[in-house]
């Protein structure tokens, strides 16, 4: 790698490679000049990277700018539309809170296995060993599936939308029962968590109560249908494509538009910018519509492209509005569907909707994704961000969360899902407001007709946790103006869940002893101090400590719960 960073994806490293099925980091480019870890909440950028970024946010007007530093702050809005698309976009926010979601809804059955201290490490491994009815263990079989199953569901989901690619693992596991189900559960999981933070007299947020007739009621009606339930659709594009692709036309936009050394987007692509993953997407639309890759990056080819992947990430279908069709559910809800049957609308419209898009303003985002949803049937972006936006204005429980947001002191109950659902609200306020900055950020980021006004709601918008120059560790964000020491318990809370979520699904998949290298998260203190503190953690919630936990696993790497 040219700038001799590398990060390594340690948070899940205690887990068996076959229990993960999507990944959880996403790459500006292969030789890792940044990263946006989802479960981590954290952007990441190079040493190098960040150096020139520092020195490009440093200059006074007028100031020359290399294009090397152009080149690096496109890696960083690359990383950056990363977590927009995270805490931004309605499957963006479910994949986000899933691993807290399941936590949430087990945590009386994890309470009881606890309390029995009957189960071993992995909960997975000892309710599949074959206890029998009637041994006194009965109730603890019980709690444990529970627990499996909560689990196994959100990462059969994340694995449907993100990467695909272990389709015969999934069909294969005893735990997948079929799409409908883990979208359903994803989706349940995840609101239900919403509701019982923000919303638990069920005034605004989708009824999850109705959900589980009407998802009933399908799985029964597809129950005699031949293999049906094990019938997984696979598409020539995955979400990961859709991700990375539309991470990487908005870099482009700004790379292509902000100095007179930056190269055509014809260029670009000639010099790998558009390989694998980061071209695939875009690749199928081409495909779709019928034309060749564009020569110049302010083609409306691209504009279209990025409208149709904030489309795709944005359903609107169990969150914010209710399911109305079960049966079209997993259809409404996947990305990777809506991305093919928008890429099919776009074909059919290409003329119109290339004539639409000329000055990459507010009216022409409506007028385009109103071409493009109406052929689809699919909800309006700006319905979905419109009625969020309507929550923030009446709901008393969303105007507390984002005063607490204002101040960055939140609530201890749940603070990791009141930031990230803040931080969701936010910028679906903003995005009502001023969706096609957020849609084609590049463009305005280089070419902006109001340059303050962009400035603003780009800086509002930067992820929250990043690392430093020369610390691999999580920082906040620098909040001008807020406590230092307001900043450090939100920060110190926040991460605090994490860890509580990570040693979870180690006791629930791991056979393994515990893996206590939470290095990727701090690098000021001592692993001896961090492995006592995580235990403190853990043994706060769940009454015991690890060390209580039996863990059966007898190999060369047994001792690998040291540091």
């Not at 109705?210 to 031949?226: D, I, P, R, Y």
């Not at 969701?424 to 957020?438: I, L, M, R, T």
Request: net charge negative; hydrophobic share 40%.
């Amino acid at each position: 790698m040219s700038d001799g960073y590398v990060f390594c994806d340690k948070l899940f490293n205690a887990l068996e490679p076959q229990q993960l099925y999507a990944p959880n980091t996403f790459f500006a480019c292969y030789n890792e000049r940044g990263l946006y870890h989802s479960a981590q909440f954290v952007l990441r950028l190079s040493p190098v990277v960040h150096g020139l970024v520092d020195s490009i946010t440093s200059k006074t007007e007028g100031q020359e700018i290399t294009y090397e530093e152009i080149s690096a702050y496109a890696t960083f809005i690359h990383e950056n539309v990363h977590w927009w698309q995270h805490v931004g976009s309605t499957v963006g926010l479910i994949l986000s809170l899933g691993y807290p979601a399941q936590t949430h809804e087990s945590i009386k059955s994890l309470l009881h296995l606890a309390k029995s201290r009957e189960v071993s490490k992995s909960i997975r491994s000892w309710s599949e060993r074959g206890f029998t009815p009637g041994n006194g263990l009965d109730d603890d079989i019980k709690h444990a599936n529970i627990v499996i199953n909560n689990a196994k569901d959100f990462e059969f989901f994340r694995a449907l939308v993100i990467q695909p690619e272990n389709i015969r693992e999934i069909l294969g596991d005893p735990y997948f029962l079929s799409v409908d189900h883990s979208f359903s559960m994803a989706y349940q999981l995840v609101v239900g968590l919403l509701k019982a933070t923000f919303d638990p007299e069920g005034n605004y947020l989708p009824g999850i109560d109705s959900w589980n007739e009407g998802f009933t009621e399908l799985a029964n009606e597809k129950s005699g249908e031949v293999n049906r339930e094990k019938t997984v659709a696979l598409y020539q594009i995955t979400g990961l494509d859709i991700l990375e692709g539309q991470a990487r036309l908005i870099q482009l936009q700004f790379l292509c538009l902000s100095h007179a050394s930056s190269p055509t987007f014809g260029e670009a692509a000639q010099d790998g910018y558009l390989k694998g993953v980061y071209g695939k997407a875009f690749e199928y639309f081409l495909s779709k519509v019928g034309c060749e890759c564009p020569v110049s990056v302010e083609d409306p080819l691209i504009a279209i492209f990025l409208l149709i992947c904030d489309i795709s990430l944005n359903s609107g279908v169990g969150l914010p509005f209710e399911i109305v069709d079960f049966d079209r559910f997993i259809y409404d809800a996947d990305p990777k569907y809506r991305f093919v049957m928008l890429c099919g609308a776009a074909a059919f419209e290409l003329e119109s909707l290339s004539e639409i898009i000329m000055g990459y303003t507010r009216e022409e985002y409506i007028e385009a994704a109103r071409v493009l949803t109406s052929l689809c049937d699919y909800n309006h972006p700006l319905e979905i961000s419109e009625q969020i936006a309507d929550w923030a204005l009446t709901q008393e429980n969303i105007v507390q969360l984002l005063s607490e947001r204002e101040e960055f002191k939140f609530a201890r109950e749940n603070m990791l899902v009141r930031v990230v659902f803040s931080s969701f609200v936010a910028f679906n306020v903003d995005k009502f407001k001023e969706p096609q900055f957020f849609c084609w950020a590049g463009y305005h980021l280089a070419k902006s007709s109001d340059r303050e006004k962009d400035k603003q709601l780009w800086l509002k918008n930067l992820s929250l946790f990043t690392d430093k120059e020369d610390d691999n560790g999580i920082f906040v964000r620098d909040f001008p103006g807020k406590s230092p020491e307001i900043i450090h318990e939100t920060y110190s809370q926040f991460y605090a869940s994490c860890i509580t979520y990570d040693m979870t699904r180690q006791w629930t998949f791991s056979d393994r002893p515990f893996n206590y290298d939470y290095s990727w998260l701090t690098e000021q203190h001592a692993p001896a101090d961090m492995k006592k503190e995580v235990k403190r953690i853990f043994k706060e919630l769940y009454g015991i400590g690890p060390d209580d936990i039996k863990c059966n696993y007898v190999g060369k790497d047994s001792s690998s719960s040291s540091l």
